[in-house]
Antibody
Framework: EVHLVESGGGLVQPGGSLRLSCAAS????????MHWVRQVTGKGLEWVSA???????YYSGSVRGRFTISRENAKSSLYLQMNSLRAEDTAVYYC??????????????????WGKGTTVTVSS | QSVLTQPPSVSGAPGQRVTISCTGS?????????VHWYQHLPGTAPKLLIH???NRPSGVPDRFSGSKSGTSASLAITGLQAEDEGDYYC???????????FGGGTKLTVL
């Protein structure tokens, strides 16, 4: 069965850093683009970052320059290094797999598998 | 403007039909990028409901359907059930942002 499990969330002071991890299982991790999506309490889903199978990285304007996405295919793991954290980064962070099946990999498409999320709280 | 606009809330009685709209612009839906829909219940992972504007993944009941026209898309839910209560999001790609874009979400209440 396909699974994504996030970890690494916690309480951090403003200006601090945190590294989130996402462990994938049940599929060939190296074949899929991967994303981080977050949800601030009481707000909607917000796309944060993506990494392609070839390692190309993409960021939303709200985190560009502060967050770094990476992947380690040998460990089927996705990471999000978050620096210079702000109160507005407080959210549940979800790891998600982008759809790709055989030769059908449209790119920038939908996310077919999601983790249950890990909570990041930025507060003094 | 890079925004997908959804109504904040919709409601309906059990058995009724509701629709949720998702209005975009020329940099996303209007360019021809597909729209996808997710159901997000409290404390759970978001679940894919509709992909490619109108396609249901296996396991999603046919009570859920999607459509797209111009710069807008819609999610329809027929035969409302209590377990349908939750938040619903549309999603597309936005060429101005260079990334994925979610609608603001719609809270569905089953009366």
């Amino acid at each position: 069965e396909v699974h994504l499990v996030e970890s690494g969330g916690g309480l951090v002071q403003p200006g601090g850093s945190l590294r989130l991890s996402c462990a994938a299982s049940g599929f060939t991790f190296s074949n899929n683009d991967m994303h981080w999506v977050r949800q601030v309490t009481g707000k909607g889903l917000e796309w944060v970052s993506a990494i392609g199978v070839g390692g190309a990285t993409y960021y939303s304007g709200s985190v560009r320059g502060r967050f770094t996405i990476s992947r380690e295919n040998a460990k089927s793991s996705l990471y999000l290094q978050m620096n210079s954290l702000r109160a507005e980064d407080t959210a549940v962070y979800y790891c998600a797999r982008e759809y790709c099946s055989g030769g059908d990999c449209p790119g920038w498409y939908y996310m077919d598998v999601w983790g249950k999320g890990t909570t990041v709280t930025v507060s003094s | 403007q890079s925004v997908l606009t959804q109504p904040p809330s919709v409601s309906g009685a059990p058995g009724q039909r509701v629709t949720i709209s998702c209005t975009g612009s020329r940099s996303n839906i209007g360019t021809g990028y597909d729209v996808h829909w997710y159901q997000h219940l409290p404390g759970t992972a978001p679940k894919l409901l509709i992909h490619g504007n109108s396609n249901r993944p296996s396991g999603v009941p046919d009570r859920f359907s999607g459509s797209k026209s111009g710069t807008s898309a819609s999610l329809a839910i027929t035969g409302l059930q209590a377990e349908d209560e939750g938040d619903y999001y549309c999603q597309s790609y936005d060429s101005s942002l260079g990334g994925l874009l979610f609608g603001g979400g719609t809270k569905l209440t089953v009366l």
